[in-house]
């Protein structure tokens, strides 16, 4: 006769029960039928998203007079690749003369837009100043500027001109007094206002030392190429300069 196997360890007294109930409640599985874990779909990690650039390559060159822009030095010249060269931008003499003519379209079509300030703000100035300002409060609301005779020494400053942003309001009405005080009888009306709104315009540009992306600073060279007049900052002196690619040989001793 066969011996008999011998039962496992764990087939007699309570520890056997338990097992035989275990085995009750999870049978066998039968022909064409599986477990649970054998018809689990083995784990498979997802692709890792590839992340895409967040800005859209810059356009060729060739397509623009003054080229896209490549960097900053120290930040504060654009520096640009144009077709024929490098291109060298002042970030605030350019700004400021783009400010200067948005001021201008403004003014020729009716007025220059106001945001009012949230708290208006009180500007101390000697008596004499305030006389000035008050004297033109007419011709500076005509350019965004809304100011209201504080007491003998002060202007209240209700809105200032929205093409500026959020500049220095001190600063600006201050500025405003020296030049109505360096030009305010010489000058006609118009050539009043125009050097209220460079004054402004000043106030309200690119500073320079301040870092720009390369969305904003291909933005700014792109306003220039439509602007009138971007080639020459408010005071007279250049905004941009270019060195031809037979400069920059030369510079090298190619030719």
Known sequence: PAAAEAAPWWS???AGEAAQALAAAFPPPRNGQHNVWETRD???PAPLARAEAAVAQPPEATRFPLGVARGQVA???IVAEAEDGLVLVD?????ERLVLERMRRAVADGGVARQALLLPEVVELDETACDRLDARIGELAEMGLELERFGPRAMLVRA???LLGNGNVIGLVADLADELAAFDEA???KERLDHVAATMACHGSVRAGRILSVAEMNALLREMEVTPHSGQCNHGRPTWVKLAHNDI???FGRK
């Open 12 to 14: 007699g007294g309570a």
């Open 42 to 44: 083995a784990y498979a």
């Open 75 to 77: 930040a504060t010249y």
């Open 91 to 95: 970030q605030h003499a350019a700004h």
């Open 160 to 162: 200032t001109p929205a």
């Open 187 to 189: 000058l006609s009306l």
């Open 249 to 251: 040989e030369k510079l």
